[in-house]
């Protein structure tokens, strides 16, 4: 788990397609460290236009959800939980950004281990 997670094009599609624009989203990340800290950059409630971005220090855990396990990740003034995915031997994490019936995903890709 721990290391680097950017935003990938995925990602930045299912913003554009609740209407955030790409112009106007940040350097999207996770930084995932051993002892369950992490510091988080990425949109809360990004299900709405309007939505504003957290960056944050911030905790995490991993928890069964049902079938699947899931990333929890709580800062300050927001949580999100994240679910796991393989996509051509990468692992992702993986949100709906509106109805699961839309097919649509906030998704985060490791990019690098943690240097802690």
């Known amino acids: 788990m721990q290391g680097r997670w950017q935003i990938t094009t995925t990602g930045e599609e299912g913003l554009r397609f609740v209407g955030i624009k790409p112009e106007n989203q940040p350097n999207q990340f996770i930084e995932v460290r051993a002892d ?28 069964r959800g049902g079938e699947h396990e ?27 950004t509106t109805d699961p019936d839309q097919w649509r995903y906030y998704e985060f890709a490791k990019v690098r281990p943690s240097a802690v």
């Open 36 to 63: 369950h800290t992490c510091d988080v950059r990425a949109y809360k409630e990004f299900w709405d236009a309007r939505a504003t971005v957290v960056d944050s220090p911030c905790t995490w855990r991993i928890r």
């Open 70 to 96: 899931q990333l929890d990740i709580k800062a300050k003034d927001a949580s999100w939980s994240f679910y796991f995915d393989d996509e051509g031997g990468k692992l992702v994490l993986w949100t709906y």
